[in-house]
């Protein structure tokens, strides 16, 4: 199980990513990067390449909606360049609060469009001249689309690898159905092993059918918050307001895929709870009734006997790599955490 944690720069990015060199040499196998509505990813994500020599680094996530398909190969390209084949393509679909609401782009046909993408950005790397005629993207535009100008090109440079890795941040049944039949990887969010195959099991099995072998046995992502100790029970209440935010305020009634999946878990009545209150303001209000079990369930917070047994079920469940938030007062803590789960992880 490989052990990746998500850049945090709340104390400031370039002192971030100056301490990644001493988890780099404390194990630490890639590092995630996210994109919302933030700073952009891209950037950063060249910064550390040039700051990190073994690290591998992976966007977590890019949204497909904000680039077009031959502008993410490029990045994809030019990043993996840079870090000598250390990049992984994390993309996804976002919602519609951040892509209509800060893109201003319609949110249409996500599994499509990701499909499509993919696929795109496989002929880029493979160098071949891009002719696609898809339902969502079309290279060169079809007559009475354009000028009639455009013709079939391919990426000038070599890229350093033709086969970049591309990761998928999924939640949907039938976007992880998807994921797992073309990605190499799969980050579904709040991830519970215990209920994971009754969510998932169907759908990544269904995929998994129609999978090329070349590509290999599916990465699948955990994400953990992660604390070890007799007196670190009460970093779960951390955890709530995020929680929160998605269940409840990520997308409208009706449109919010993370209160959906918190239903399908077996949470409807506090999934409506926690929508209602979000969206009516009450922030606090809504934290409070996120499932105590939830919070415990996705976490690696607790005595290492406690660790090493969700530890364990993450192994079982399926999870090849988790992407860890070390809690800890100051970075030398946080850096022992990470030693610490990784060799508890080389120990399953």
């Avoid at 493979?126 to 990426?155: C, D, F, N």
């Avoid at 009460?234 to 959906?260: C, H, Q, S, T, V």
């Avoid at 077996?266 to 209150?277: R, S, T």
């Amino acid at each position: 199980m490989r052990i990746g944690m998500a850049l945090n720069y709340s104390g400031g990015f370039k002192e971030t990513v100056a301490e990644l060199g001493d988890f780099e040499k404390a194990g630490l196998d890639v590092v995630y990067v996210a994109e919302a509505y933030s700073f952009d990813a891209v950037s950063q994500m060249g910064y550390i390449a040039a700051k990190t020599e073994r690290l591998e680094i992976a966007s977590g996530i890019l949204p497909i909606y904000s680039r077009t398909p031959t502008l993410l190969a490029m990045t994809a390209a030019g990043l993996d360049f840079v870090s000598d084949g250390r990049f992984t393509l994390g993309i996804g679909a976002s919602g519609p609060q951040v892509i209509e609401g800060f893109h201003g782009v319609p949110y249409t046909a996500p599994l499509g469009r990701t499909r499509e993408v993919i696929e795109i950005c496989r002929k880029v790397w493979r160098r071949e001249r891009l002719q696609h005629e898809g339902k969502h993207y079309s290279m060169p535009l079809p007559a009475g689309q354009g000028t009639g100008l455009g013709k079939p090109l391919k990426i000038i440079n070599h890229p350093v690898r033709a086969d970049i890795p591309v990761l998928v941040a999924a939640i949907g049944p039938k976007n992880v159905q998807m994921t797992a039949e073309i990605a190499n990887g799969w980050e579904p969010i709040f991830y519970l092993p215990e209920k994971a195959a009754d969510v998932w099991g169907a759908s990544l099995a269904a995929g998994k059918a129609k999978r090329d072998p070349s590509l290999g046995e599916l990465d699948v992502v955990g994400q953990a918050a992660l604390a070890i100790g007799d007196d670190v029970q009460g970093y779960l209440e951390f955890g709530r307001p995020m929680a929160a935010l998605y269940i409840g305020g990520m997308g409208a009634k009706g449109k919010n895929f993370y209160n959906d999946l918190c239903r399908r878990y077996g949470w409807e009545k506090e999934a409506e709870e926690i929508q209602d209150l979000y969206l009516a303001g009450k922030k606090d209000e809504a934290a409070a009734k996120v499932p105590q079990e939830l919070l415990e369930k996705m976490s690696l917070i607790g005595s290492e006997g406690h660790v090493r047994e969700r530890l364990a079920a993450m192994k079982e469940s399926g999870v090849t790599t988790l992407n860890v938030n070390p809690i800890a007062g100051d970075h030398k803590s946080r850096l022992a955490l990470i030693e610490q789960v990784k060799a508890m992880a080389a120990d399953l």
